[in-house]
């Protein structure tokens, strides 16, 4: 059932994914080299497009991509929460 769930719609699983999952068809890049782009710096959908190759073709997969971003995003922002209520 995870499977199937997964091979639609990747940016919307909770968890790391135990293989890489393709968003971006034209330029091979996976949600791992998204979640990468983003863990060594890149902070918006467009450096994370230049940085990967995502998104530079067709453009079917910014949704995607944008939707990553925005997933690293909201945990970023859970993890500032809970280091400010800690301290
Ligand atoms: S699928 Fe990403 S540019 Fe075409």
Same mark, same amino acid.
């Given at each position: 059932m995870q499977d199937q769930m997964r091979? %639609?719609?990747p940016h919307l699983t909770?968890? =790391?994914p135990e293989s890489p999952v393709i968003v971006c068809h034209c330029a091979v890049v996976s949600d791992r080299d +998204?979640?990468?782009? +983003?863990a060594q710096g890149a /902070?918006? +959908? %467009? =450096?994370?497009c230049r940085s990967t190759g995502a998104?530079?073709? &067709? %453009?079917? &997969?910014?949704f995607t991509v944008k =939707?990553? +971003?925005c997933q690293h995003q909201a945990q970023? /922002?859970?993890l500032l929460e809970v280091d400010g209520a800690a301290s």
């Open positions: 091979l %639609g719609l909770t968890s =790391a +998204v979640h990468t782009a +983003v /902070r918006t +959908v %467009g =450096a994370v998104a530079q073709d &067709c %453009g079917s &997969c910014i =939707a990553l +971003v970023d /922002r859970e």
